[in-house]
Nanobody, 121 residues
Framework: QVRLVESGGGLVQAGGSLRLSCVASGVIFRINTMGWYRQAPGKQRELVAAITRGGSTNVADSVKGRFAISRDNAVYTVWLQMNSLKPEDTAVYYC???????????????WGQGTQVTVSS
């Protein structure tokens, strides 16, 4: 089965940086879009940034200019570089990937377990 494992979360002061990583493993034929979502307490999960297989990116306005997403297709990995972090960036960050497990199957969405990012003021 497919598994997404995130790492890199933690506690950081405002203005600091963190880099999140997410590695996909298991039975994988093709990965299309990969992305990062976040959910703060009492709020809905929201898209932070996404990147297509070809490298096109979509970054939320709230983090544009501070966060950058990248990926390496050869090792099924996506990263989120977060700079100039603010207390309002505090949330659980989830990795998402649109994956086709065999040539005959359709694409399906998979999620990681989430990693906590806490930004102190």
């Amino acid at each position: 089965q497919v598994r997404l494992v995130e790492s890199g979360g933690g506690l950081v002061q405002a203005g600091g940086s963190l880099r999140l990583s997410c590695v996909a493993s298991g039975v994988i034929f093709r990965i299309n879009t990969m992305g990062w979502y976040r959910q703060a307490p009492g709020k809905q999960r929201e898209l932070v940034a996404a990147i297509t297989r070809g490298g096109s990116t979509n970054v939320a306005d709230s983090v544009k200019g501070r966060f950058a997403i990248s990926r390496d297709n050869a090792v099924y990995t996506v990263w989120l570089q977060m700079n100039s972090l603010k207390p309002e960036d505090t949330a659980v960050y989830y990795c998402n990937a649109n994956i086709q497990t065999t040539w005959a199957t359709s694409m399906n969405d998979y999620w990681g377990q989430g990693t906590q990012v806490t930004v102190s003021s």
